[in-house]
């Protein structure tokens, strides 16, 4: 009986040992990742795209279009 619970003991041993070396080489592999400096494209336009005047106006119509017509709708209901 003794003999069992002393390899029992030697196995458990044995797995909270590997489970704190995959613990520790996961954190390391993490960070290193974490702490990496990446390259970025650098965007030499302006984000987001400014509208022309023109444009705005449109989609302000387009807008207002849409708001009229639901109004009407709610008006049926």
């Known amino acids: 009986m003794k003999k069992v619970l002393k ?6 041993a044995a797995i909270v ?5 995959a613990c520790l080489w996961a954190y390391q592999v993490a960070s290193s990742r974490y702490e990496k400096e990446w390259t970025v494209h650098k965007a030499d336009f302006p984000i987001p795209f400014p509208l022309k005047d023109d444009e705005l106006a449109a ?3 387009a807008a207002d279009a849409v708001r009229a017509k639901q109004s009407d709708v709610d008006k049926l209901v």
């Open 7 to 12: 390899y029992t003991a030697w196995v458990l």
């Open 17 to 21: 040992v590997l489970a704190v070396a």
């Open 59 to 61: 989609l302000r119509a």
